[in-house]
């Protein structure tokens, strides 16, 4: 069955076509692929478990209203962002989500929570104090999930002082608690500290009297806490944001079973081919020095559009099913890149930064690497000036 909101998602996709104008720089997003990639999620996880799509900074830069309509037609329960103006984008597209608010509110945004329907994060009393007093004012309870902080040291309350702000949670008359959750510090390079942020976690719930776990969401784990989670209760839900998208954070037993789909993919056009004799030392710094008489291809994307300049003389791109290395800097708008041992590149060609082209395949992981970066920030590094092209079920 759809959920509600379903053929709001389809009238936005129309809208948002890309412009008529030649992409010199694009990314594309699988839409298809993201609704597989939560189905297959799902279906990896215990049966009882709900989903919360962690959809914030545009959906990890998918775009936010197209990745999030998509994923409430596939299912999602709840969706996190990072603050009021992506709640406030997402509300649009319809009533009926709860939508999580991960980060702290400034003092003029509190109001933005009743208006738009939004669940608050609460580390604090003050918290709970301005909470009830907004639930009082608007007549009608504010709904809050308690983050207990169990060693990240950022948004929550300290594990060891969590029962006595659930306690005035639960004196609060004007505010309904939803929802408890954790975030892990280093699932991915830690289990044993994971599991102790696990326990502190578990035991702060257990010094909360008559809290009613399986009427909340329940939730820690996020993309590289799954292959920790056993499906063990009290725990009910998963909070995902870059798997979803077809990530996998490292290779890891569970998750190299889920096989999800890359969603998004980078791409460029050759702009200018050309000849240069050996010898010389070309461009900006004079940072590479030609071996062998060179054909270059420049590329019509540069750091204005997210190739990072750390990648400089480390990155590669596929251009007719082939890898070729960039050579020197990466500039703003343009990057060389050496096509000698591909014949007949022309201009206008496509080219692969991110993605799969013939049998040639740039993961999103090893293109942050050439960068020293990590995929989150990698997503969050394409430019405003990148379209982002929205492939459906129906091909582009
Ligand atoms: C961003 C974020 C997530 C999602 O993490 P992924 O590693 O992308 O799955 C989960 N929880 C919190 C609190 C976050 O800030």
């Not at 460029?268 to 461009?283: D, H, Q």
């Not at 060389?336 to 591909?342: A, E, G, N, Q």
């Not at 920030?377 to 092209?389: A, F, G, H, I």
Request: aromatic letters at 6%.
């Amino acid at each position: 069955m759809d959920a509600p909101g379903a053929s709001c998602a389809q009238s936005l996709l129309i809208m948002q076509s890309p412009s008529r104008l030649p992409l010199r720089c694009w990314a594309e997003i699988d839409l298809a692929a993201l609704e597989r990639n939560l189905r297959l999620i799902r279906a990896s996880l215990p049966a009882h478990m709900r989903y919360v799509a962690v959809v914030k900074a545009d959906a990890y830069g998918h775009g936010l209203q197209q990745a999030a309509a998509r994923l409430m037609h596939a299912g999602a329960d709840l969706f996190a962002v990072a603050n009021v103006a992506e709640a406030t984008a997402l509300r649009e597209i319809g009533p009926g989500w709860p939508i999580l608010l991960l980060s702290p509110l400034l003092p003029e945004e509190d109001s933005y929570v009743a208006e738009y329907d939004l669940t608050a994060t609460v580390s604090t009393s003050d918290e709970v104090q301005r909470f009830n007093a907004l639930g009082q004012s608007v007549g009608r309870p504010i709904s809050v999930h308690l983050k207990i902080d169990t060693g990240m040291g950022r948004v929550g309350v300290w594990h060891e002082q969590a029962e006595k702000l659930y306690a005035e949670i639960v004196a609060a008359p004007h505010i309904k608690l939803a929802g408890v959750f954790t975030h892990f510090s280093s699932s991915d390079e830690d289990p044993a500290f994971t599991a102790e942020q696990r326990h502190r976690f578990l035991a702060a719930l257990q010094r909360c009297p008559g809290i009613r776990l399986d009427q909340l969401f329940v939730h820690a784990d996020s993309s590289a806490g799954l292959e920790t989670l056993e499906g063990a209760r009290p725990f009910n839900a998963v909070r995902i944001g870059l798997l979803q998208f077809g990530i996998l954070p490292r290779l890891n037993s569970l998750l190299a079973q889920v096989h999800t789909e890359p969603v998004f993919s980078f791409k460029t056009r050759v702009g200018l081919v050309k000849e240069l004799p050996a010898g010389n030392t070309i461009s900006y710094g004079r940072t590479y020095t030609l071996k062998r008489d060179t054909r270059i291809a420049v590329l019509t994307a540069g750091y204005g559009d997210g190739i990072q300049r750390a990648s400089s003389n480390r990155a590669q791109v596929i251009i007719h099913g082939v890898r070729c290395p960039v050579l020197g800097r990466v500039t703003m708008d343009q990057t060389i890149v050496d096509i000698t041992d591909i014949p007949g590149v022309t201009r206008g060609d496509e080219v692969v930064l991110v993605g799969r082209q013939e049998k040639a395949e740039i993961p999103l992981a090893e293109f942050s690497r050439w960068a020293d970066t990590i995929p989150w920030e990698t997503l969050c590094s394409v430019s405003k000036r990148v379209p982002r092209v929205y492939k459906t079920q129906l091909g582009l």
